[in-house]
T-cell receptor
């Protein structure tokens, strides 16, 4: 286990299609975060899991977005009926879960909606 | 509300010159401040955090609560310091990070 992994690294889809991204955190990391980054911006928080429980969702996360973390291991982020405005880099991060600890980031999934 | 401001989008210095990347924050409570760095074609990684008070790769940052700032400094910049730098804040119970827009540092030979 060499770090947080994300799959796929790139996804091109047509408007209206559904897409799903996967994140595998570092083993034994209890917390998992999803962020979104658009051009010229820093990453923006989307949602956060403590083990399998989704504890917070940003207002950025519309009803078309859903995230899961079954069994507290890997996580999936699904976007339904994609829109061009969903084009962004989707980043996953994980941390041990000890107070405010270091978040380790994955390489990201770049989504392009045509 | 949490907010992080990095006023410089781009910063260019010559090798050996001092460098300071500015970061100001807004948060009503007691924040945790971080600097993350992203080198070309690499993932985002932690550079330093204020509570550790460490110097990493020659960089230091001091939290100034009076000025609500957490500027990143290095006395002698190196070419390998060229990267995108993000200041980030964590506050509250969910431990999420609020990032600034980033500063692209270029160190010229």
């Amino acid at each position: 286990d060499t770090g947080v992994s994300q799959d796929p690294r790139h996804k091109i889809t047509k408007r209206g299609q559904n897409v799903t991204f996967r994140c595998d955190p570092i083993s034994e990391h209890n917390r998992l975060y999803w962020y979104r980054q658009t051009l010229g911006q820093g990453p923006e928080f989307l949602t956060y899991f403590q083990n399998e429980a989704q504890l917070e969702k940003s207002r950025l996360l519309s009803d078309r977005f859903s995230a899961e973390r079954p069994k507290g291991s890997f996580s999936t982020l699904e976007i339904q009926r994609t829109e061009q405005g969903d084009s962004a880099m989707y980043l996953c991060a994980s941390s041990l879960g000890l107070a405010v600890d270091e978040q380790f980031f994955g390489p990201g999934t770049r989504l392009t909606v045509l | 509300a949490q907010r992080v401001t990095q006023p410089e989008k781009l910063l260019s210095v010559f090798k050996g010159a001092p460098v300071e990347l500015k970061c100001n924050y807004s948060y009503s409570g007691s924040p945790e401040l971080f600097w993350y760095v992203q080198y070309s074609r690499q993932r985002l990684q932690l550079l330093l955090r204020h509570i550790s008070r460490e110097s990493i790769k020659g960089f230091t940052a001091d939290l100034n609560k009076g000025e609500t700032s957490f500027h990143l400094k290095k006395p002698f910049a190196q070419e390998e310091d060229s990267a995108m730098y993000y200041c980030a804040l964590s506050g509250g119970s969910n431990y999420k990070l609020t990032f600034g827009k980033g500063t692209l540092l270029t160190v010229n030979p």
